[in-house]
């Protein structure tokens, strides 16, 4: 375990690098954080959804007085219709509200609009929808399958996009390969499952005829564009809050029709509409993620060398395309970054997102990571055995060393430690004495595995970066502003929109080290994008790296400036002057004035610095850089019982190197978390249709996210490779975690499963899965 | 919709007088009729837990109760565990621990954790799990969750 100092500074002593408590936490312990459910409302919606997963509205028949919405209301409002640029793409549109068509079972196809949110309820069961059915398409491949029924127009053999690589001299190197692997991957489909669900609240200001909304998002600017767009209004007659979100892991990037549609009715009604997502609604209706088959064979040298890959990756996007992000999200990511962490100049993959009649994907923590891992990592666990060798030595013979090093797809990894944090992993777990164990188990009829995963994680990337996807949204870049204010204290506005990350808390220590004012002074300001500045939000591992860098860059401004103000009040040169603890104090002396006093000079007294300084103490810093690559390799150890297919995993630990680490307590906190999540993903969480298209997976009880039992003491281990494309030196950690247990777990089950000479390569592994497998080869002759 | 019927919530020692439907959860009741928002509604059928309030001294899930049953009973929300400015131990070790991140199931955890606490001070590193598998944080993967409890556990033990 790692130990973390905790103090109060004082003495000069650099925020940076420890473990302060956060911020955020007075007021959430107390009960007094704000969520978007916790304002009233005049009117509360509620949607009718959409029991089929496939066929034509042919009826909505609503009790009389009762305010039901439909399509039909609401014909000015604009589909969603995200876009790209590239990979064949077809743009299909989702309706706020079904208009004709349904296309997944949950779509909203009328808003109830009552008095109180049990009024609606009562009504909106009421309502009558009558379908004509469809033959509805469930599975990827059925869908993408000859003669198979279109669901859109736009899509034709209801592929939206196809991306393929292949590099130059791929098919010789593939001819003369020693051996050739492959595994035949699936992931099954999960949703992120944010303890807070969904929830809108939208309020209209007659007096400027503006309309405040309050969503639980994680993207708030984008929502405001989003929206005015959807309803043809003026962006700034709009205000989007994020007030405290109750955790978001990708699933609040996206916007949902129900938020345009909350707004619209705002506008409407011109007074305050409030909808709170219950959980079915948000387990069959928000977004899905991970339902994805990977085919991937891998062609090895006589020595275990890799030498190529090949990918098909078949993603299921559902029934529409979610944004800004597109589903390209997952396919693409995927086709971008399965040669992960190793030494492979040779690739070929086709990538292709699948239109489905199941809810829409999105973007969920790790997005495609957890599951081109898996893949990866099984696929180096197989080749390990073909080749008869140890699965810790066929990583070391492949694993990336010397950096910076240009991937088969042309991303370039910065210096990283793929493999010392391996060996780092390896001499903590005691491989020797784990397999020594291992066979006294066996011997007495019980079953161990150990499994490792390593992995890169692509983090902190901007606009290049999103632009070479060919999104028509081009995310990336982030802007803060830092203003000391008259009395010294300070405020950082930011286009981040942090949801338990911490952010406040981290910020305010690269602000507290440049300008010399302690954490406790500085205000961090984010959600709301009336004060915030325009930015793209908290998502893929990037806000400590990019708004991080915006903020070092606008406190250097303010550092600057307070140094030349020193200098005029102390009369000293500038570079005698250091700023901490609150002051400014010319070095070896007992001179010193406070940051308050010059911050008040700054504005009161800017005759003084007439020509020099320009009034004021208010800095602007954008960043935008190129992307960082953090790394890790996990291990797990499990116990497995053949007789139930239980899995108990009795050891987790984690190497990790995530650069420069700002406060290691929020560090480590994030990897817990995202282990966790791992492991639901691994063993437990699957959203599960029938072949109708029904959910079957629609409460938590169903729906299995981990609980405190299954989950071991997780071990963390760190190293800290300073990044050279971040100016902060640190790289991105927020989904890492959730990348590694997949792999780790399920190569620690097949090490398990080696006696009875079957291999599961389907996550999550459930019990029924590993009992089916073993009841197979119970039978087999 | 139904007949309303009258009735007194006791809240962290203070009366609530409202009129609501038969139906209406206590949840529903401390948050909307008695504007006690700390309370937060995570399923509404009784399995994350995030709704867990304390009643007569039994951490309960107040979606699966309803407002009628908890008349003349003593509520305790998030709301009423700190004295003023000094923080009950658990959420200054909730604090001093990072047991939240989001801080959306954090009042659950701690008026769980604070209840069964209160009955059983000395529980054992093994039951305290078990417990606490009773609720569901998405964030922190519990590392801290437990962390912050055994810490609570000992300094509400002096």
Known sequence: MTAHTKGSGGDGMKWVGRSIRRLEDPALVRGKGRFTADLPAAHWVRFVRSPNAAGTIKGITAPDDAMVITAADIKGVKKITPMLHKFSYRPVGQPILADGEVRFVGEAIAAVVAASEEEAEDIADLVEIEIEDALPLVDSRAAVADGARQIHAEAPGNVILKGEVKTPGFDEVWAGAAKIVKIDARSNRQNATPMEARAAHAAYDSITGRITLHCTTQMPHLMRTAIADCLGMPESDLRVVAPDVGGGFGQKMSLCAEYVLVTWLARHLKSSVGWTEDRRENLIASFHSRDQYIALEGAFDKDAKLLALRADVLSNVGAYSCFPTTSGVEPLMAMAEMPGPYDVQQYQCVARGALTNTCTMAAYRGVSRPVITFTLERLMDKAAKAFAIDCIDIRRRNLITTFPYKSATGLEYDEASYRQTMEMAVEAINVPAFRARQQLAREKGEYLGIGFATFSERTGYGSPAFAARGMAITPGWETVHVTVDPSGFVEARIGSSPHGQGLRTTLAQIIADEIGVPPGMIKVVHGDTDTAPYGWGTFASRSLVISGGATLIASRKIRAKLLKIAGHMLEAAETDIVLADGKAKVAGTDREVSIAAMAREAYTQTHRFKGEIEPGLSESGTYDPPGTFSNACHVAIVRLDPETGHVRIERYLVAEDAGRIINPMIADGQVHGGVVQGIGNALLEEIVYDDSGAILTANLADYMPPTAHEVPPIELHHMETPSTQSITKAKGLGEGGTIGPPAAIVNAINDALTPFNVEIDTIPATPQRIRALLRNAERAP | ?158
């Open chain 2, 1 to 158: 919709m139904s007949e309303k019927t009258a009735l007194t919530l006791t809240i962290n020692g203070k009366d609530h007088a409202i009129s609501v439907e038969p139906r209406r959860t206590l949840a529903d009741a401390i948050r909307e009729d008695c504007g006690q928002t700390g309370t937060h509604i995570g399923c509404e059928h009784g399995v994350c837990g995030a709704c867990t309030v304390i009643v007569d001294d039994a951490p309960v899930r107040s979606c699966l109760m309803f407002a009628v049953q908890a008349e003349g009973k003593k509520i305790r929300t998030v709301e009423g565990l700190a004295d003023g400015d000094t923080l009950h131990p658990m959420q200054q070790a909730f604090m001093d621990n990072h047991g939240l991140q989001c801080g959306f199931c954090t009042p659950g955890f701690l008026m769980l954790a604070v209840g069964v606490l209160e009955r059983e001070p000395d529980i054992s590193d093994e039951d305290l799990i078990d417990v606490l598998s009773s609720n569901l944080c998405r964030c922190t993967g519990y590392q801290n969750i437990i962390k912050s409890v055994r810490a609570a556990a000992q300094e509400m033990r002096k």
